[in-house]
Nanobody, 120 residues
Framework: QVQLVESGGGLGQPGGSLSLSCAAS????????MGWYRQAPGKQRELVAT???????NYANSAKGRFTISRDSGKNTVYLQMSSLKPEDTAVYYC??????????????WGQGTQVTVSS
């Protein structure tokens, strides 16, 4: 029902910036919350930031003050601007979206993941 296409990421330097974007394609229903999670090697997937359908953001402590999540609801697209990068930000970043069917059944969807590597 939903296809999430991520872009951005790649290699960034400590103290530098990178940005991610994720576009959700839907044929029916609506997208509600969207967000980003990440998974570093040998670790569990963890929250980075989410944003409600109304635009209210929520950040993990590790992201507060450094990352900014935003969305274009008209395009069902979520963005993550990352600054003051640290080597510990290195991970695969996954886009996340909550979809509601026309009958308000909920499903959660994940993107394929995009690699972010922070290294000098």
């Amino acid at each position: 029902q939903v296809q999430l296409v991520e872009s951005g990421g790649g290699l960034g330097q400590p103290g530098g910036s990178l940005s991610l974007s994720c576009a959700a394609s839907i044929s029916r229903g609506s997208i509600d919350n969207m967000g980003w999670y990440r998974q570093a090697p040998g670790k569990q997937r963890e929250l980075v930031a989410t944003i409600t359908g109304g635009g209210r953001p929520n950040y993990a402590n590790s992201a507060k003050g450094r990352f900014t999540i935003s969305r274009d609801s008209g395009k069902n697209t979520v963005y993550l601007q990352m600054s003051s990068l640290k080597p510990e930000d290195t991970a695969v970043y996954y886009c996340y979206a909550v979809w509601f069917s026309p009958s308000w059944a909920r499903s959660d969807y994940w993107g394929q993941g995009t690699q972010v590597t922070v290294s000098s």
